[in-house]
């Protein structure tokens, strides 16, 4: 019984699936492998690696021979990890392996977890000490915020009293750094939920840009990537997970997904090497690639070949992968979650938050005129024309802030988080219709009236009534538009002002306060399942 205990391979595999994974890990070796000989050829003096590594397209840190004899000393090992991962999918060894490892290995990275004890059965000697992590790094969160705010000499003697470890970084890394193990640990007690993965991806995004000369490495990009694709491939081994994944619907939005991620990474790493090269007096990596060609027959043969590539690989796609027809719609039967086109579900998303005259008409038709807008408000003429962070960080971290977390992250979360009855749902959890989530939203006006003040408003209510029932709300909402932003000409955004006038200043710090207003909305729904701030289901008018 034992061995045939040893030799069964779960519930949620089969060896298709498992031959699919040697296949799958095997290319990742290959591709490994060819990663470790290049890392190889750079620690050679005089090879046209090293050479151009030494040149303009390296970071510091990347062209030492040494660091390159390092690194592909480990590249080499990770190849032959994944090699005999992938020989262990072929093979299928079954009883020679011990139980624990041979379950660790077919489901991946929930039985992974569940063998820790993270996820499952709680296993209380690890989630003690994860406890005591998330409150010693959410107590220190909060010390970090409220130092932010005192004097300099506050902040010199805390950082002297607790070193400089905790508090030895600029203010916004290291309220990033919090907010990354605050999360993180959270991630590991209580799973992935709305809040966790929100703030995951703001803590994910802000540290990408604050610590980008490190990131954008060609050694912690490739170990990303890496990472990203073996959880990725043990997360297969999972039933629920790969139903998910495979979905033809939803498999083009994997590939948008690595997609989105690689050339933002690229992006950053040639801005952070244009930055390098602007501060030593050189020119820009787009200066030094100005050679013309001919439109023919240059351009047109390159755009013929691309056409006849992806002709090719679409082809294949359609066979490998038919289109999911279904069958005609039917008002007697809907599916159950109805979701949008992919382009469109965070919109969908953001319909969980505000009525749908607001996130299905006024903020696409304010993102539309916000990007329309952008050339004529923007006073910073540098950075056109070529990659860069540091001339630019501003414009950048906004837009990036927009686009990559308050739509992208939002188009995911829809995609494959968002299951039936539009609940959430984790990677690894089964979507069933049966999950009941008991939420009891209120209205600002009834946090305000009924539950501070014990005031009930009649209803139906006439005209004087309404307005005042949700004047909190109007008041909150008059503040917010008409006293934050001269408030931020005199803070924060005074050299904004100065340098862009007032018109200039008042449709970008409105288009700002717009934006902000999605996220701010979100946390409220979250933290106090605060429904609505202004809320007159009278006259179909709720913010």
Not at 275 to 291: F, I, S
Not at 303 to 328: D, F, H, K, R
Not at 358 to 379: E, R
Not at 514 to 531: D, Q, T
């Amino acid at each position: 019984m034992l061995l045939a205990a040893m030799a069964h391979s779960g519930p949620d595999i089969t060896p298709t699936v498992q031959t699919g994974l040697g296949w799958f890990y095997a290319i990742l070796a290959l591709a490994n492998a060819g990663f470790a000989w290049y890392w190889q050829s750079r620690s050679r003096p005089g090879s046209p690696e090293a050479q151009n590594s030494d040149e303009t397209l390296a970071l510091p840190g990347e062209q030492s021979p040494e660091l390159a004899r390092r690194s592909a000393r480990i590249w080499w090992l990770v190849t032959g990890l994944l090699g005999l991962l992938a020989i262990l999918y072929f093979v299928h060894l079954g009883p020679v392996l011990p139980l624990w490892i041979r379950n660790t290995v077919d489901a991946g990275l929930r039985r992974g977890l569940e063998t820790l004890g993270l996820v499952g059965g709680t296993n209380f000697a690890i989630r003690l000490p994860l406890i005591v992590i998330y409150w010693l790094a959410l107590l220190a969160l909060i010390t970090d915020a409220v130092l932010l705010a005192a004097s300099s000499d506050t902040r010199r003697i805390a950082q002297q009293v607790f070193g400089t470890v905790l508090f030895g970084l600029d203010p916004i890394r290291r309220l990033t750094a919090w907010l990354l193990l605050v999360s993180g640990t959270s991630l590991l007690l209580d799973g992935l939920g709305p809040v966790n993965y929100f703030f995951l991806s703001v803590a994910v995004f802000a540290s990408f840009y604050l610590w980008r000369e490190t990131l954008t490495r060609l050694n912690v990009g490739w170990s990303l990537l890496m990472a990203s694709l073996v959880v990725g491939g043990l997360g297969m081994t999972d039933y629920d997970f790969r139903q998910i994944i495979i979905k033809p619907d939803n498999v083009p939005i994997v590939g948008m997904v690595y997609l989105v991620a690689f050339f933002s990474w690229f992006a950053l790493r040639r801005a952070v090497i244009n930055d390098q090269r602007t501060a030593q007096g050189l020119p820009t990596l787009e200066k030094l690639e100005e050679e013309k060609v001919l439109v023919w027959p240059d351009l047109v043969y390159t755009e013929l070949i691309c056409m006849v590539i992806v002709t090719v690989v679409l082809i294949i796609w359609s066979v490998g992968l038919p289109a999911p027809l279904e069958q005609p719609a039917a008002s007697a039967k809907t599916p159950n979650p109805s979701k949008a086109p992919w382009y469109f579900l965070g919109l969908q998303e953001m319909l969980v938050y505000y009525d749908p005259w607001l996130a299905g008409v006024v903020f696409p038709s304010l993102i539309i005129f916000g990007l329309m807008a952008i050339p004529y408000i923007d006073f910073n003429q540098k950075g056109n024309g070529y990659f860069t962070f540091a001339e630019r960080p501003f414009a950048i971290v906004t837009f990036g802030f927009g686009f990559i977390v308050l739509w992208l992250t939002l188009i995911f979360l829809g995609t494959f988080l968002r299951g039936p009855n539009w609940n959430f749902f984790g990677p690894f959890e089964t979507w069933t219709k049966s999950k009941l989530v008991p939420l009891n939203n209120v209205d600002l006006s009834e946090y305000f009236w009924v539950r501070m003040l014990n005031i009930v408003w009649p209803s139906p209510a006439s005209g004087g009534v309404i307005l005042m029932r949700e004047l909190p709300g109007i008041v909150l909402v008059l503040l917010y538009f008409l006293v934050l932003p001269p408030l931020l000409a005199k803070t924060i955004f005074r050299q904004f002002f100065i340098r862009m006038g007032f018109a200039r200043y008042f449709v970008m710090v409105n288009l700002l306060l717009v934006m902000a207003a999605l996220p701010i909305k979100m946390i409220l729904r979250w933290a106090f399942n605060l429904k609505y701030i202004i809320g007159i289901p009278e006259y179909f008018f709720n913010i």
